[in-house]
């Protein structure tokens, strides 16, 4: 069986791919391919994080993760999605490093998952926005500790995927700039669920729509409507500048709450963010979406 993994990053997706997964549950059964709901896969990383922490043995972790998957001898792929599965928001900034127990995390979870076919999907975001966004959805006590603790300028996405790569290879990875996920989400959900790539999906571009003006959502019907559409990446550029035209402010524009950190900050992060993306790029066991 291929297990197939969708760990966030917070604040990325929303759930909107697992919504996606659960709207097109019918399409995927065909395909012997299945979600597990957002309760059970709150319920796996739950039983999984907890006997890491306390030692649980691998038998009988794996006789408490068993009735979670679907009981279906046709059954070849599942795929659960939380953004937890490196773990929770108060541990995401520690040591240097953005979610630096991933590793050992999906290690474990390697372990358990022994014989299967495994497979993590992962949307990066700009640390100018994750650092702070993070921060201000923990516990005060927290925020202080780490800010204590850590130096924020060092942080990046790099040194986690170094670790996931060293201590879980036998992990397919894939990644993806959540600034694109208007425009490559249906990519995304083909990749996870080992649909072809030209199965048209329903909701392909319900998010991108949704983020845009009434004359945008115009645009991009005539677009996806032509008779002889472009090819995919003409109609991406076309797409992406609908996107940049005509969005909402609200839907798009962040509020950083976070005191002191102020533009200047944020595009020092953005111009480190453009060269962690590049140096990951040039991973050849990576796949950059």
């Given amino acids: 069986m291929q297990v197939i993994i969708h760990a966030g990053a917070a604040f990325t997706d929303e759930g909107h791919i697992l919504s996606s997964l659960v709207a097109n ?32 043995s691998i038998d009988e972790t794996r006789d408490s993760l068993a009735p979670l998957f679907p009981q279906d001898v046709n059954l070849e792929r599942v795929v659960l999605s939380s953004d937890k599965f490196f773990g929770p928001r108060r541990t995401a900034l520690q040591h240097g490093q953005i979610y630096p127990f991933a590793g050992r995390r999906t290690a474990f979870t390697e372990t358990l998952l022994e014989g299967a076919q495994l497979e993590l999907f992962v949307g990066l975001v700009n640390p100018g926005l994750f650092i702070p966004k993070t921060l201000m959805s923990i516990h005060e006590d927290h925020r202080r500790d780490i800010l204590a603790s850590t130096d924020l300028s060092c942080l990046s996405w790099v040194s986690m995927i170094e670790d996931l790569r060293e201590l879980a290879p036998q992990f397919k990875l894939t990644v993806w700039e959540n600034e694109n996920l208007p425009l490559i989400w249906g990519d995304i959900v083909r990749a996870m669920t080992g649909l072809p790539s030209e199965t ?39 797409l992406a500048q609908v996107l940049e035209d005509q969005a909402r402010p609200e839907q798009v524009e962040e509020e950083l709450d976070l005191p002191g950190w102020n533009t200047d900050i944020f595009d020092a992060f953005t111009e480190l963010y453009a060269q962690d993306v590049a140096a990951i790029r040039t991973m050849s066991d990576i796949r950059v979406l």
Avoid: H
């Fill in 25 to 56: 549950r019918q399409m995927l059964a065909e395909m012997n391919t299945a979600p597990m709901s957002l309760r059970m896969s709150r319920q796996f990383v739950k039983i999984m994080s907890d006997a890491l922490i306390q030692g649980t």
């Fill in 200 to 238: 048209p999906l329903p909701d392909e571009y319900s998010f991108l729509t949704s983020l845009l003006t009434d004359a945008g959502q115009r645009q991009v019907q005539e677009i996806l409507g032509r008779r002889t559409p472009l090819d995919i990446q003409g109609q991406r550029e076309e």
